[in-house]
């Protein structure tokens, strides 16, 4: 069997509600998971949930239940979610699951008896929000630590480090010789600026005096794992780390991020894997945070988009058609409903609803609802065909470089170029005089296979919608693949179409 795909997101906090942002990075990782498999390669696309830490404890004393019970309380938002936004992943790792654990102690057990991890006495500045030690570099120029670590106390304790910094100039080199291991290419800058200061070792334990809620140390019995050295690993875990299905799915090709955790993935995670013999990932891909109305979302000020909300209201494919038409990956977004109207009406409803609604109408009206035969094609055909081919063959490129928004675009075009080519040829003209027959026949014959191609090509964006296009045209039964994009001619004349109904309903 070859390597299968293999595309992660982060594995998200279980006790958060999850939010629009959420949403986009799980959105972004499913379209070129489909991208993948419509490109005829095998997937294995992971997604799942942290659940271990001082957050999670301090929740589920509130509610007066065991963080167990909690986490099982927690995790079906998520996992309900997911199918809701039509999220295509293999698998759902959740960090307290048994196979977890074992590839953290293993892993653990592995660093400490190479030397890689030692106890030192440390004295510092500790915040309970972040979880973490914090030094100058976080403190502000008034000498406070920012609000977002909330409380900040003077903790002494003994603790487990990992040596981390000896692989600083390994993990720079690396970087540079490898171009597109982080992307996009600011994001490597900016790893590659924040590692010109050293990076220092890793406390990678927590006293299980103060934080019970972790995966113990499998040297001491006494401490738990760091909440992030335990979440890293569960790429690693879910690929079954220790058996031969891992040899066959690792290296991961993509760990899809938001941008605010790139250290941890582009920095820590390959000296971690480094120093445990792994190969690394082949690319760390950082995306960018999604603000409403230009203001960070958040729920005190209650200005939190709901993706259920959307999709209940619009649907999950108009959801996931904006996230991925309105920027690059990489880029800043900002949530306006005005613009998500805009673009549903406009581009959704619009150009794809209306170039579909209208090819098929016309193939019922003027050829009794059957594909008519084609003639020969004129100058305007072939253009349309040519377009067509280009925009397929340009596809595998585009998801490659994770152009997803630049690869709608083109969709884009051509669903403009038909609409345009409908205008030109004006079927309903040619259908008030016989001795056009043929033509006509010709025209409704290359709009009926451009919404086939189309169909295609919007798979792993809008599968629902494409799904729709390709039952109107009877073509449902085959599982859409890209090659058939790129191939004109695949609808069989003579067949009657599917049941022609409008995609996208319009709304004021
Ligand atoms: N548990 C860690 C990740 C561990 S991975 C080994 C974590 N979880 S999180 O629940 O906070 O989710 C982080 C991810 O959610 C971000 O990296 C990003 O992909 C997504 N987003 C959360 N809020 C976001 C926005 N406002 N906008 C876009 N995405 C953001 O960090």
New binding site residues.
Partial sequence: MPKPFYITT????VN?RP?I??A??TIVADVIARAHRLMGEEVFFLTGL?EHGQKVQQAAQAKGVTPQEFCDQMAPHWEQLWPKLLISNNDLIRTTQPRHKQVVQTILQKLYDAGEIYTSEYEGWYSTRAEQFLTEKEMGPDGKFPAEYGEVTRLKEKNYFFKMSKYQDWLINYIRDNPGFVYPDYRRNEILGFLQKPLGDLCISRPASRLAWGIPLPFDAGYVTYVWFD??V?YVSAAGYGSAEFEQRWPADIHL??K??LLFHAGYWPIMLKAAGIPLPKQIAA?G??TRNGQK?SKSVGNVVDPVAIVEAWGADALRYYLLRELPVGSDGDWADTNFERRYNGELANDLGNLVNRSLSMINRYCKGVVPQPAVPDPLDDELRALAAATAKRFPERVAKLELNALLNDIWDFIRRCNQYVDQCAPWALAKDPSKAARLGTVLYSLAESCRVISILLTPFIPVTAEKIRRQLAIADAPAVLIEAELWGMLVPNRPLGEVAPLFPKKQ
């Fill in positions: 982060p594995i998200y906090y958060d939010h942002g959420h986009y990075c942290d979440a890293l569960n991020i938001g605010e955790i995306h945070w999604w979302m």
